[in-house]
C-alpha cells in the first residue's frame, strides 16, 4: 500500500533499533498468522517493534507500549524530530573512549532529544546491539568495536515519523493494555523468552521476567480473550509456555538465534506463537 507523505514509506518500514529477539526474521513466517482483519493495532513490550513496522501501512491508528523509557522517549523523539535527530546522530564517533564517555552520562540530564540520540548510539555501537542495564538501571553493555556504525537514514526517520504520528505512544506496564484494547482490537506480544535452559535466558537483557511475570502476562492474555479482543504472542517452545496457555492455538515456528556468547550457540531453535482466533 503506497501513501502519500514524500518519502515513499512502504519502502523503508524496519526496525529502527536492534533488539534482542527481534522479530524481522520471522516475518515470513508470521504473515499468515495475523488475523484477517481488526479494528485497533496494539504492540505491548515493543522492543524494535518489527510487527508495527510490518503491518504498518494498513493501519488507520495504533497504541504501542514498553516499560523502557529510554526506548519510548526514542519513539516519541522520531515522531515528533526526526531530522533534528538525524543531525545529532550525525556528531557521534565510533571510538571507545568516546563510546564509554556517552554511557556514564545520566539520561535524565538530557534533553529528550539528547538522550534519544545517546540511546540510539549505545544501542548502535554496543556490543551485539544489546541494551542491558544493571540493578541500579545503569546501561552497562560495552563498547562494540564495529567497523562502521549504521544509523537510520533521514528517509527512514521521516517514514517512521510518519505513521508514529498516528500512534498512541506510552511507557507502561503490560497489563496497561487492559485499559485500553476493545472488542475486535489486535494485540501483539514479544516478552521477554522463557529460557529453554537455567543458563540459556534472555532475561539478562531485559531485567527480571520470571516464571510469575510469564504466568501474569498468560492471565492478562487470558482476559483480552475473555473480552474479545484478538491476540497474538511470541514466546519459547518450552513446557511451562504450553501449560499457561493450554487452551489457546499454538503454532510453531524457527527462527534462528541472533545473541549468544559463543558462535556455536547460534543456530535454529523452535518457537512457539500463541493465539486466541485461528
Not at 522492543?47 to 523509557?69: C, E, M, Q, Y
Not at 519510548?72 to 573512549?97: G, M, W
Not at 483480552?224 to 517452545?237: E, H, I
Not at 493450554?246 to 510453531?252: A, K, Y
Amino acid at each position: 500500500m503506497r501513501e502519500d507523505n514524500g518519502v515513499g514509506a512502504e519502502n523503508r518500514l524496519k526496525p529502527l533499533v536492534k533488539w534482542a529477539g527481534g522479530k524481522s526474521q520471522l516475518l515470513g513466517q508470521y504473515s499468515s498468522l495475523f488475523p484477517v482483519c481488526f479494528n485497533t493495532y496494539h504492540e505491548i513490550m515493543a522492543g524494535g517493534l518489527a510487527v508495527f513496522w510490518h503491518l504498518a501501512p494498513r493501519l488507520t491508528g495504533a497504541h504501542i507500549s514498553d516499560n523502557n523509557p529510554e526506548l519510548i522517549n526514542f519513539y516519541c523523539t522520531v515522531r515528533d524530530q526526526p531530522e533534528e535527530l538525524f543531525t545529532s546522530l550525525a556528531r557521534h564517533r565510533n571510538e571507545k573512549k568516546y563510546y564509554y564517555t556517552m554511557r556514564s552520562l545520566d539520561p535524565a540530564s538530557l534533553s529528550p532529544l539528547e538522550r534519544a540520540s545517546r540511546f540510539l548510539y549505545l544501542n548502535k555501537a554496543g556490543y551485539n546491539g544489546l541494551w542491558r542495564v544493571n540493578s541500579r538501571g545503569v546501561h552497562n553493555v560495552p563498547f562494540g568495536r564495529y567497523s562502521r556504525l549504521s544509523f537510520p537514514s533521514l528517509p527512514d526517520l521521516l517514514a517512521a515519523s510518519h505513521y508514529l504520528k498516528k500512534t498512541h505512544i506510552r511507557q507502561a506496564d503490560f497489563a496497561s493494555v487492559l485499559d485500553y484494547a476493545r472488542q475486535g482490537d489486535f494485540v501483539y506480544i514479544d516478552p521477554p523468552y522463557h529460557p529453554l535452559s537455567a543458563s540459556a535466558s534472555f532475561t539478562a537483557y531485559s531485567g527480571s521476567f520470571g516464571e510469575e511475570e510469564q504466568a501474569r502476562l498468560a492471565e492478562i492474555c487470558r482476559e483480552l480473550d475473555a473480552r474479545g479482543v484478538q491476540f497474538m504472542l511470541s514466546n519459547s517452545d518450552t513446557a511451562l509456555i504450553k501449560i499457561l496457555y493450554r487452551g489457546f492455538d499454538l503454532q510453531q515456528v524457527t527462527a534462528r538465534r541472533a545473541i549468544n556468547s559463543k558462535g556455536d550457540g547460534r543456530g535454529s531453535v523452535k518457537e512457539l506463537v500463541v493465539r486466541n482466533y485461528c
